[in-house]
């Protein structure tokens, strides 16, 4: 086996790639190379610093790590069904941390046991629980208003919802004591970022953006968190657990 970097591979193979590593996984995934190249520009994907897996020249895992400043991010490790339990992912691992800054982040689901050894025999600490919800049910929708497009300055939150990987197209909504920035896609309401004073003007909020389409979408909305409390209580569904770990190797 052999690792060398991914841009040395065009899109549709990363992503052929990719769909083989997470075949069978807890939850379906699928790119496209068009989906692919999206999340490498939307996370910052440095596809110069991530490592694809080579037996007898053909792929056959890989591992993205997206890059802002000191800090970096685990954007998908997967390796295909036949070569897994065999060193793959762990030396995939091995190799993007010796390309990264000195903070590294990633989530794993919590049912993902394999996974959980590997990312903690490497160093890595749990952070928190952070939690995948979706909204289908109808519940009474209020009035938000609608404001300029800004990022709501949160600080910590997971990299798919910080301000540098907020989508084009998002709107900014507010209710007394909430705000939100979310994002329409047909009959998909995304929820990108929301601050909330209390779990009632979260859901507040949530129901008048659940309003907007036929399902309402949340991802990574940390364990405890006023929108986390929101929609339990709107009978959302919670979809997945997922936790968030951390490397921190700066000096002390």
Known sequence: MKLVRADTFDFEQLAEVFNAGYQGYFVP???DAAGLASMVDLWDI???????????????????????????????????????????GRALMEAVLAEAPPVVMLEVLE???????????????????????????????????????????????????????????CEFIEVDGAAAL???????????????????????????ARARGEALHFMNVPEGDPASVALHRLGGSLDL????????????
């Not at 897996?53 to 954007?75: F, K, M, S, T």
């Not at 394999?114 to 160093?123: F, Q, S, V």
């Not at 109808?138 to 997971?158: H, S």
């Not at 657990?241 to 002390?252: G, I, K, V």
């Open 29 to 31: 995934v699928h790119v």
């Open 111 to 169: 049912q993902n046991e394999p996974a959980i050894r590997l990312y903690e025999g490497l160093g890595f600490t749990r952070t928190r629980v952070l939690e995948v919800w979706s909204l289908t049910a109808d519940v009474p929708a209020g009035e938000a208003r609608t404001t300029e497009v800004r990022p709501l300055d949160q600080t910590g939150l997971p990299w798919q919802r910080a301000d540098e990987s907020l989508p084009q197209g």
């Open 182 to 208: 979310i994002r329409v896609t047909g009959p998909r309401v995304t929820v990108a970022q929301l601050e909330a004073r209390d779990a009632d003007a979260a859901a507040e909020l949530l129901a008048a």
């Open 241 to 252: 657990r997922q936790f968030e770990y951390e490397l921190n190797r700066r000096s002390t």
């Open 46 to 88: 440095d596809l110069s610093r991530s490592r694809v897996a080579l037996r007898d020249e053909q792929p056959v895992g890989i591992a993205n790590l997206a890059v802002r400043g000191d800090r970096a991010w685990i954007g998908g490790i997967g390796v295909a069904s036949a070569e897994r339990r065999k060193g793959v």
